[in-house]
């Protein structure tokens, strides 16, 4: 069993930065993709990004491409989103998964683990 706990939530102004991180324990992550999903009040579960497990390819949404940056330390079991120029749409519960493939993670609800997810508010 794996369990994912998310950090680095919080508040920031539109335009700024800001930096999640995913640890997961119980088991080691090695092998699986690994990605962030997001959701907002009222509206479905939103692929964000994704990442294979090689680190190597990784996987956009449209409205976060350019902006947010996916990356993994396997020796962590750990998966970070770098998260620049935040728009007040990007206001939302962001989610910490692992699958097997990555078209597990862009299902948004086919994922083998989930976190409990981290608020990221983008506010003036």
């Known amino acids: 069993q794996v369990h994912l706990a998310e950090f680095g939530g919080g508040l920031v102004q539109p335009g700024g930065s800001l930096a999640l991180s995913c640890a997961a324990s119980?088991?080691?992550?090695?092998?699986?993709?690994m990605g962030w999903l997001r959701q907002r009040p009222g509206e479905p579960r939103e692929f964000v990004a994704a990442?294979?497990?090689?680190?190597?390819?990784?996987y956009y949404g449209d409205s976060v491409k350019g902006r947010f940056t996916i990356s993994r330390d396997n020796a962590k079991n750990t998966v970070y989103l770098q998260m620049n120029s935040l728009k007040l749409e990007d206001t939302a519960v962001y989610y910490c998964?692992?699958?097997?493939?990555?078209?597990?993670?862009?299902?948004?609800?086919?994922?083998?683990?989930w976190g409990k997810g981290t608020l990221v508010t983008v506010s003036s």
């Open positions: 119980g088991h080691t992550v090695n092998g699986y993709a």
């Open positions: 998964a692992a699958d097997r493939t990555i078209v597990g993670i862009r299902s948004t609800n086919e994922m083998d683990y």
């Open positions: 990442v294979d497990w090689s680190g190597f390819a990784t």
